[in-house]
């Protein structure tokens, strides 16, 4: 014997939901990063043609507000899929719903704060046309809500309907 209970532990599942969620959000901000660099560079410091200083900033500037939607739709994506992981461990469909709903709520803010870390980072020519992270904070509170209801009602029917 291992001396590990049968019973999944609460925190070692919030826990769980929260590192993926964190670790997606930090692959995320890194590859935001890189892509907004590289548009940058292609389309705003190596660009020729007619009219590089308008389409480039603008193109950045789509480029980064892409990455922060899709920062924003894999939150409840991510929700879904974990609370059903997670709920099918618990045999209380409430505690299920809130072990779910919680780490789904902790985990995307952890995500956004570290996908949005990374797309801050952008810096130097043709970066002023990038919004404010100011603006983000809307979107960003609804999306937290989406996914921590997203969370909370995979996790219960995890519980009730995998096993």
Same mark, same amino acid.
């Given at each position: 014997?291992?001396?590990?209970?049968?019973?999944?532990?609460?925190?070692?599942?919030?826990?769980?939901?929260?590192?993926?969620?964190?670790?997606?959000?930090?692959?995320?901000?890194?590859?935001?990063?890189?892509?907004?660099?590289?548009?940058?560079?292609?389309?705003?410091?190596?660009?020729?043609?007619?009219?590089?200083?308008?389409?480039?900033?603008?193109? !950045?500037? #789509? *480029?980064?507000?892409? $990455? /922060? %939607? &899709?920062?924003?739709? +894999? @939150?409840?994506?991510?929700?879904?899929?974990?609370?059903?992981?997670?709920?099918?461990?618990?045999?209380?469909?409430?505690?299920?719903?809130?072990?779910?709903?919680?780490?789904?709520?902790?985990?995307?803010?952890?995500?956004?704060?570290?996908?949005?870390?990374?797309?801050?980072?952008?810096?130097?020519?043709?970066?002023?046309?990038?919004?404010?992270?100011?603006?983000?904070?809307?979107? !960003?509170? #609804? *999306?937290?809500?989406? $996914? /921590? %209801? &997203?969370?909370?009602? +995979? @996790?219960?029917?995890?519980?009730?309907?995998?096993?």
């Amino acid at each position: 014997m291992s001396g590990r209970s049968a019973l999944p532990s609460v925190r070692r599942q919030a826990g769980l939901i929260v590192a993926v969620f964190a670790l997606v959000g930090a692959a995320l901000g890194v590859v935001g990063f890189v892509a907004g660099d590289w548009a940058r560079t292609q389309f705003v410091t190596a660009a020729t043609g007619a009219q590089p200083t308008t389409f480039g900033p603008v193109f !950045l500037a #789509l *480029s980064v507000f892409q $990455t /922060t %939607v &899709t920062l924003f739709f +894999a @939150g409840p994506v991510l929700a879904a899929v974990l609370g059903l992981l997670s709920g099918s461990r618990f045999a209380d469909p409430s505690a299920a719903a809130g072990v779910a709903a919680g780490g789904a709520l902790v985990g995307f803010f952890a995500m956004a704060g570290l996908g949005l870390l990374g797309l801050s980072t952008l810096s130097g020519p043709g970066t002023g046309q990038v919004y404010a992270l100011r603006a983000a904070v809307g979107p !960003l509170l #609804l *999306s937290g809500v989406a $996914t /921590t %209801v &997203t969370g909370g009602v +995979a @996790g219960a029917l995890g519980s009730r309907f995998v096993r």
